[in-house]
């Protein structure tokens, strides 16, 4: 017997599928649905996979906001100083970037979204760039 966290009451958790929105990009979802107020619980596998959606979403439409900046280079298992190294700028430049201070060059967004696309071919293509 579930207790749903949110209302407290139990026995009232029930399948549920449907569409979510992950960082503004809706996406399909699985998880259970309270009866009694609506709460929707979702795994945390379903969650890495409805995330792992949404990225692919935002890197396919193109990176527009630090915001999405972050939350797809975390995806992609970068921090923010390999990140700074590989498009040879400061680490102190890409928090610029993610909280919105300065605008992102898109060839920076590009270079992201083909890191998580394609993490170890574009980071070999990377570093022969920055071969002397």
Request: glycine share 10%.
């Amino acid at each position: 017997m579930m207790r749903c966290p949110t209302c407290k009451k139990d026995n009232t958790l029930r399948p549920w599928e449907g569409l979510t929105t992950v960082m503004g990009v809706e996406v399909e979802g699985r998880g259970q649905r309270c009866r009694s107020c609506g709460e929707i619980l979702i795994e945390l596998t379903e969650r890495g996979r409805q995330e792992r959606l949404a990225a692919e979403q935002l890197v396919a439409r193109g990176i527009r906001s630090g915001v999405e900046f972050k939350f797809v280079r975390k995806l992609a298992g970068l921090r923010a100083n390999e990140v700074a190294d590989m498009f040879g700028v400061r680490k102190e430049t890409v928090s610029r970037w993610e909280r919105g201070e300065v605008e992102i060059p898109r060839t920076a967004a590009y270079a992201l979204g083909e890191l998580f696309a394609h993490p170890k071919l574009t980071r070999q293509r990377l570093e022969a760039f920055a071969q002397p």
